[in-house]
């Protein structure tokens, strides 16, 4: 009897979730408790245990998808020897493409694909999705351990997969992952250390962030913007707000920002992107991430059309999307998309920085802290509030006039800020 | 009309052969069997399975004649030479015919003939023309063609079997009468088994091996135990021998051996010859292919294909170790190969040898002298059997179990036996080479007690410097 895998809901507000990794593959064996996959989000990476026994007939959502409504089948278990049954379907949807429907339309037609049978293909069946338990013969895995090779890394070719000595030989020398290596004794400082071990949260953020800078190729363009003028139609507005009530607000810098960088993006669309490998997809909607440290990480909350909200929206949106994303209360919706995104590290007086691109956006803006300084206008010294912003850009979607004009409409707005409030 | 095209085509129905095409059988081709002798080939016929059929008559009158021991008593103890041959062709006999059911019952059609390569069609197809002497030849056809032809005895010159007081294995099988005394050339696992034989029926044997000690590929633990054995029952045993001419007589040969510069004749009944065998590559069609022969073997690769696209040589033709196992093996290797499987190529330390000489001899995998040679830095375990229980309740303590690890990994690089029943249990050690174990799951495995294969588990413990029982 085939047993349909179900997305789960990691919290009660949960609608749906990004299908971060399949831990078994198709023709694994699959025991009662055995981790099938990763469900993840900003937050949190949750493990979709197995609760029946069988065989993994066909994974029906591919790795990566985003979106993928709570109690959607997203695998089918089957009985050794049992066919996938014909109407099992994949939701299509393309996870490179970063699409504004929320929910997954299920494809009419079963593809009549071919699923191999279990027992067809004994000898593909990897080894490397073993990161729970790997199936190896003990002289592989001695000689894995005295070489120090991972065997999850190496693909077996022995009987049903099975890693024996010659697929450790052949196996060219790759280093055991960081997290192995931690526990080597040379990482510990001479003084003695503690180990902390990895929240969740951590771990998503080391994957991405790793993958982002090792597969992104980042490139910098850094301008110096004046704050005056727009802090000074910032005291002007504020002082406009009712002293209470919900009519309430109080603009900060980063408010502006965010509304110039969105204006900039309409100015300049290009930057508004992502890259796939077989297009630009360029964004209808101006969705703005913001970078927000919580005490077990960072999120990005989005101001989602910030191109077309108000001043007053966006800082009231923000304000309560900050507290929720400290109260780790975003729903997944909230923090997951995004085309642009901003890192905002003036608060702690920086002088510049730069940041690591979002994929699967094109850019990061990383703004730093305003600072008075001499500037020379005509042939004039004068004294000016000045920040440094340096936007990070994915070269293969962004070249580098395109972000220096991106930068100097950014400029242009924030010095003329009258253009935020019309 | 019967069909003549096939998947593939099997050139000889010995271990390699119907093998082969059972395989094939079961995987959907279709195929077909060439034989022009005797299904089940030299093992079935002449070889592995006569012998041991021998042997075992050798080993009951071994008994008899040591029946004190164990409380027995019997006078006038003979035996019906005759019978006792006829028992081993009857056991032949029956197993050939159980290959014929076997191929038959899988639908395999036998061609009765001598196949030879004879072209290429307009197709690609291989052509193989069969042929015997007065039936009309047969052209068939295949997209693949196994050859596996075997192999046959060397002949050195000057003691070419004559069918009377020279013989190869074949007569030797078939004798005619007890010889009273016998010399064997040649102390490979051939002529040991036919030592041990005639020894043990008790004819006056003498072993006559050209290296400097017998069955020269084991062990040298294990050849000098088993020269001392032999020596004890009676045999006499010449290493480093070099064989002079021969003088025949009537009734019996002279033969002059050189053991260390000096020479003494041995005046026998009949002489065995048992120097090796010679692939079958004659009349197979090769000459103008680009199949390669190298001193009477067909040149293959790792997976059995010839210089010849959709040609493929297994078993004794394709080469060493000459046993029934490895062709067998081959052949499915071969088969799925072609059917589109995933194989690897076979590793021959991981093939088992046996002889079934009197104490018996079996082996895996790397000696301690070849592992060293290898650059291994060993560790060495061995366990005698007057220690095993079971040995000593049956009256067999005569042997050892020796066992070579490599010292970094674990892995079990060899193992070897001499004593009773050895030959059942090197498989335990196979499974343990192939499934890759190291000393610790051999350590941790339960050995049933009271058997000899507990010497086995003692003699890896040994290895590790904790055998429990000496």
Known sequence: MAIEVLMPALSPTMTEGTLARWLKKEGDTVSSGDVLAEIETDKATMEVEAVDEGILGKILISEGTQGVPVNAPIAILVEEGEAVPETATAPQKDASTPSKTDAVAPAQTAPKVATPSVQKSPVTSPAASAALKVFASPLAKRIAKEKGLDLAQIKGTGPNGRIVRRDVENASAKPLSASSAATAPAIAAAGGSTSVPHSTMRKVIARRLSE???????????????LDALMALRAQLNATSPEEGPDSFKLSVNDMLVKAAAVALKRIPTVNASFTEDAMILHDDVDISIAVSIPDGLITPIVRQADKKSLKQ?????????????????????????????????????KDFSAIINPPQAAILAIAAGRKQPVVKGSELAIATVMTVTLSVDHRVVDGSVAAEWLSAFRSVVESPLTLVI | MSQTDFDILVVGGGPGGYVAALRASQLGLSVAVVEAQHLGGICLNWGCIPTKALLRASEINHLLHDLGPYGFKADNISFDFAKVVARSRAVSKQLSSGVAHLLKKAKVPVFDGFGKLDGVTKEGKRKLLVTKEKAAPVNLTAKHVILATGARARVLP????????????????VPDAMPGKLLVIGSGAIGTEFA??????????????????ILPVEDEEISALAQKAFEKQGMKVLTNAKIGTLKKSEKDVTVPVEVNGKTENFTVDRVISAVGIVGNVENLGLEGTKIKVDRTHVVTDAFCRTGEPGVYAIGDLAGAPWLAHKASHEAVMCVEAIAGKTVHPIDITKIPGCTYCRPQVASVGYTEARAKEAGYKVRVGKFPLIANGKALAMGETEGFIKTVFDEKTGELLGAHMIGAEVTEMIQGYVIARTGELTEAELAETIFPHPTISESMHEAVLAAYGGALHF
Do not use: C
Not at chain 1, 319 to 343: C, H, M, N, W, Y
């Open chain 1, 212 to 226: 982002a800078k090792s597969t992104i190729p980042h490139f910098y363009v850094s301008v110096d913007i004046e």
């Open chain 1, 314 to 350: 966006i800082s009231q949106e923000t304000k309560d999307l900050v507290k929720r994303a400290r109260a780790g209360k975003l729903k997944p919706e909230e923090f997951q998309g995004g085309t642009f995104s901003i890192s905002n590290m003036g608060m702690y007086g920086v």
């Open chain 2, 158 to 173: 000057g003691i070419e079997p004559d069918g009377k007081l020279i013989w190869s294995y074949r007569e030797a099988l």
């Open chain 2, 196 to 213: 041990s034989f005639y020894r043990n029926m008790g004819a006056d044997v003498t072993l006559v091996e050209v290296a400097p000690r």
